[in-house]
């Protein structure tokens, strides 16, 4: 399968091409950047430490798909709805890694998918999609006398908070309760808050560090509390989640799928 990586010069985006280049059936044929990217025209390879693939990054996006039959995407909400056009243009297979996108966001994505496979997950790993799934299966098992409290940590340097991940179990908790996370979600607590609501799915940011991604979902009730743990060690998880997906999306009619699709977790 033909691949293209978008932020390619990126963490995220140089190890996405070391897997593709160690993936058995995977082939990387193009390297997106933005406009003004330092990182313009050199060598995916070369920036990803395998030495010269005849890949340069390049910042045309429409010239670079039109090769490709799907690209990995791991950059932000305004370039995501961007490839998410373009991709559906070419009928390749659009998998989204980025995080933080707004509802306005996803709705232009979900008119994407109307026209190609677009693969999207707020973490790419098979532990957290399993996570996810234990997540909704207590959530609907426990009553509202066990909180509920989503508990993340990142390195210093990420953006977005509550990250995609946290936002993903928040999801899942609310599915297993019934209830939509928008009206029961608590996302900060300072000063004076009063009492905890009852129903309320909370959610805790940490920064610091070079912590890859750690997320506890925590069911706190009478008398005892269930701790649910995922703790990523190395990038390398999300990138090869990224290209199964890829893979599987390959075979798929044009929609809007999840890594629980990818991964047969739908039933969980």
Not at 170 to 178: H, M, P, S, V
């Amino acid at each position: 399968m033909r691949l293209v990586v978008a932020g390619a010069a990126g963490r995220m985006g140089r190890t996405l091409v070391q897997i593709i280049h160690a993936t058995k059936g995977a082939q990387l044929v193009g390297a997106l950047e933005h406009a003004g990217s330092k990182a313009l025209g050199q060598d995916a390879g070369v920036l990803a430490g395998l030495g010269e693939i005849g890949v340069p990054i390049s910042g045309e996006p429409l010239e670079t798909l039109v090769k490709a039959d799907g690209v990995i995407d791991f950059t932000g909400p305004a370039s995501t709805v961007q490839l998410a056009g373009l991709a559906a243009q070419a009928r390749i297979v659009h998998v989204i890694g980025t995080t933080g996108l707004s509802d306005e966001d996803i709705a232009k994505i979900d008119a994407a998918a109307r026209h190609a496979v677009v693969i999207r997950s707020g973490n790419m790993s098979l532990g957290v999609n399993l996570l996810a799934g234990l997540v909704k299966k207590v959530a609907a098992t426990l009553g509202e006398d066990y909180d509920i409290e989503i508990v993340e940590m990142h390195h210093r340097a990420k953006v977005d908070a509550p990250s995609g991940t946290a936002l993903m179990l928040g999801e899942a908790a609310a599915a297993g309760r019934g209830v939509a996370l928008a009206e029961h979600s608590a996302r900060g607590r300072d000063g004076h808050t009063g009492a905890r609501k009852d129903g309320d799915i909370g959610f805790a940011s940490l920064r610091g560090g070079t912590v890859v991604g750690d997320h506890d979902a925590i069911f706190a009730g009478p008398g005892e509390r269930l701790v649910l743990t995922h703790k990523a060690e190395d990038r390398g998880i999300f990138a090869r989640g990224a290209v199964r997906a890829a893979l599987w999306g390959r075979t798929q009619k044009p929609g809007h799928y999840t890594m629980a699709d990818v991964l047969g977790l739908s039933d969980l």
